[in-house]
C-alpha cells in the first residue's frame, strides 16, 4: 500500500504568507506537493466554517498563514482575530474527535520563503504520524 | 448558509477560458500542461481550454483576446505565475478583450507549484489541477467590479534627507509638485555629507552634495521638516493624511542668525556623532558646519537645563533671543499624494565581530571614522593619525567584510566598501606614500563604472592586496596591533603588525521598525525595504502609491542612489500628473435582507468602515466604499451570512476548498 500521503488546504493572507510562498518558489526552496493556497486579502477573513468545511469534506490538514504580530498585519489587527479564532476552532476540533493539531497557525513574512517551505514539510510529517482525516477512516472501516 | 449547500452560480450562461502557461520550461518543465488543459476543459463551466508557451507575451495575450471574442467566453482563467506578478497584466488583456478585468482569475501554478516541486512531476501536475478547479469554480462566481476613482493630492512626503531624499524632492519640486521633505536629524546631508571623496573620481563629497542641500532648502516647492519624525499615516494612494512630529530645538529657527556665541559659550561638551565620536560639540551645535538649515539645536539629554536645571547662558548670550526652553514638540499634519521613503543605512555594530577588538583597542576604527579623519573639515583637520597616541600610521590595514558576506551576521554583500578602501588606501598612499597599506578582501568588487581602473591605478601606486579574511587582531602595550591572517592564495598563514586598523563596516537597513509598522511595509530577508519586483517595478512598494529608493531598499552606492532617487520621483509623478488614481473595488457589501442588525461586524472593523443605520425601523449594517480596505475580517465575524467580501466570498471561498479536497485523489 502507498504511504498515506495528507491532503491539506491552506489559507493564505495575501500580503505575507502568500508572499511567502511566492518567495519559496522564486528561490526554489522545495516543499512536497500535498499543500494547496488558497489566496485570501487576511487571515482574518478565514471563517471557521470554511476550515470546518474543509474536514468535513476530507482534509487532512488546514493551514492558516498570516502575518507576524503584533505589528506586521496590513490590516492592524486581522492576524490577531484568526488567531483567537483559531485557538476556539481547536478545542472544537477535540470535541469533534479531530487532533487539534491538523489545524496549524503559523506566522509567515513575504521575506520568509525558507520558513514557509520548513513549516511544509513539518506539517506534512505531522500529519502523516496522525494519519488520515479520521472521517475518512470511519466512512472506510 | 448554514450548511447549506453551495448558491448557485449567476444565472447567464457562464463560459470559462482556462489558459495555461508553459513559462518556456519553468511550468511545462514539471508540469504535464498538455494533461493539465485536458483537465481543465472537463471542468463544469469550462468551454475552452489551451495551453500556450508564454502567456504574457504579445501573441500570448492575443491568443486569450481572440479566443474571449470568437467563443463569446465570459470568464477567464489563467493558470501561470502568481497573481502578485501579473495579475494586472492578464486583467488588462480581459479588458482588451472586452470583459470586465475581475473576471479574470489566476491560478499560480508556478511559485507556488512547479518551481517547489521540481523533483515531482507526479504530483506537481495533480497539485496543478487542484490549483486550476479551485480557480475554475472560484471565477464562475466572480463579478463584474467598478473601481472607485479618486482625486490625487499634488503633493508627495520624502522622508529622509540623505542625498536619496534630496534628489527624490528636487526632482519633483521642479516638476511642480509640492515637497515635503521630513529628516530626523537637525540637518539635512545624511551619510553623504560625511564623506570626505567619493570613489573613483575623487570628486570632494560637500563640494557635490551642499549645493543640492542648499536647492532643496531654497526651493519654492520643497518643505523641509528637519529635526521630524513621522508619527502617522492615514489614508491611501492619493490621499495620504500624514502627521509630522516636530521635535523642539529650543531655538527659534525665524530668529537664529548661526552666529554662533551661543555655542562658545556653552559649558558642556559632549562627542560629535557626525565626527563620529572623534571630535566633540557643544550641548547647543549644528553639526556640521554647511548644516541645513543652518540653524542651533539644543540637545535636551546633555544640556545642563534640561538636566539639571541651571545654567541658560546661551539664552543669555544670544543676541537674537532666539533660545526658546519652552519650545514643545510641535505636530503638523500633511495630505499627500504619494510617499517616497529614502531612509537609507546604519553601519555594522563592529563591536559584535569580538575578533577585531573594535571599541576596545583604540587603534581599530571604522571606515566611516576615518571618512571624518581625512576629511579636511574633520576633528583631526584632515590628518591621519593613530587615536591612542594621534601620531601618523606608517603601517594601515583594510579589513573587508565586516558585517557582510558573512553567516555569523549578514549574509549580503554591502557593495561600497571594497571601493570605499579602495579609495581610503588611496588616501594614506596620497599623505604618505613611503607607508605600507594593505587590504584584506574576501573577493574584490569593482563592478561600477570606472570602479576597476581606479583599482589598477591605486594598486599602482603600491597598495597591496591580501585574499583573506583576519582571523584575529591583537593590541600590544603600544597600541600595535598584531594581525593574524591566511592567505587563500599561497594557503599559508601569518602574522603581521600594523599601527591602524580600518574595518570595512558593512551596511545595514536604518532602524525604522516603528515607521515599516505604521505604513505595512515588507522587508527582504537583508531586512531592506522590499521593492514590489526586483526588475519591473525596482522602486515601488507593494503598497501603491509608497516609493522607495537609496539604501533603504539595499546597500548601494552614490551613482546607484541618485539614479533610484530620480526613478522613484519619476513613478511618483506618473501617478501625480495623471491625477486620478482607481481603487481596488475589492470590499464589503450588506445584504440588508440577511442582516439582522447585530452590529458584530461594526465592533470587528478595524477601520470604522460599517455603520448601522436604521432602515424602516430595523437596524442594518452598511459599508463605506472609499474606507474599507478590503479584509475580510467583517465577513467572517457575521452570524448570518449577511456580509459579501467582493471578489472573495463565501461561495468562492468554499468552491475552492471543495474544488481542491475533490480534485486530488487521495
Known sequence: MPEFEPNIVCFACNWCTYAGADMAGTSKFQYPANLKIIRVMCTGRVNPEFVLEAFKK????????????????????????????????????????????????????????????????????ELKRLGPNPLKESSTR | MKGEPLKEPPKEPVKVGVFICHCGSNIAGTVDVKALAEFAGGLPGVEFSTHYVYLCSDPGQGLIKESVKRLGLNRVVVAACSPRMHEETFRRTVREAGLNPYLLEVANIREQCSWVHMNQKEAATEKAKALVAAAVVKSLYNEPLEPLTLGVEKSVLVVGGGVAGIQASIDLADQGFKVYLVEKQPSIGGHMAQLDKTFPTLDCSSCILTPKMVEASRHENIELLTYSEVKSVEGHVGSFEVTVLKKPRYIREDLCRACGICAEKCPIKVPSEFDMGLGERKAIYIPFPQAVPLKYTIDPA???????????????????????????????????????????????????KYEYGYGRYRNVITNLEFERMVSASGPTSGQIIRPSDRKSPRRVAFLQCVGSRDVNSNKYCSRICCMASVKQAHQVKEKDPSSDVVI???????????????????????????????????????????????????GEVFEEEFDLVVLAAGLIPSDIKELRTILKLSTTPDGFLAEAHPKLRPVETFTEGIYVCGAAQGPKDIPDTVAQASAAASRASALLAEGMVSIEPITAEVDEDRCGGCGLCVQACFFNAIELEVKEGKRKAKVNQVLCKGCGVCGATCPSGAVKMRHFTDEQLRGEVEAILSTVRR
Open chain 2, 440 to 490: 584584506f578582501y574576501t573577493d574584490l568588487r569593482c563592478f561600477g563604472k570606472g570602479y576597476e581602473e581606479f583599482l589598477e591605478r591605486v594598486q599602482g601606486e603600491g597598495i597591496k592586496v591580501v585574499r583573506g579574511r583576519v582571523a584575529e587582531v591583537v593590541e600590544d602595550a603600544s597600541g600595535n596591533l598584531r594581525l593574524r591572517y591566511e592567505n587563500t592564495y599561497l
Open chain 1, 58 to 125: 476530507g482534509a487532512d490538514g488546514v493551514f492558516i498563514g498570516g502575518c507576524h504580530p503584533p505589528s506586521d498585519c496590513h490590516y492592524v489587527n486581522g492576524n490577531l482575530k484568526a488567531r483567537n479564532r483559531v485557538q476556539i476552532m481547536k478545542l472544537l476540533l477535540a470535541q469533534l474527535g479531530f487532533e487539534p493539531e491538523r489545524l496549524r497557525l503559523e506566522w509567515i513574512s513575504a521575506s520568509e520563503g525558507e520558513e514557509f517551505s520548513r513549516k511544509v514539510r513539518e506539517f506534512v510529517e
Open chain 2, 302 to 352: 546633555h544640556c545642563l537645563y534640561h538636566t539639571k536645571g541651571v545654567c541658560r547662558v546661551c539664552e543669555k548670550f544670544c543676541p537674537e533671543k532666539a533660545v526658546d526652553f519652552d519650545q514643545k514638540p510641535v505636530e503638523v499634519k500633511l495630505k499627500v499624494g504619494a510617499i517616497i521613503l529614502a531612509t537609507g543605512y546604519d553601519l555594522y555594530d563592529c563591536s559584535q
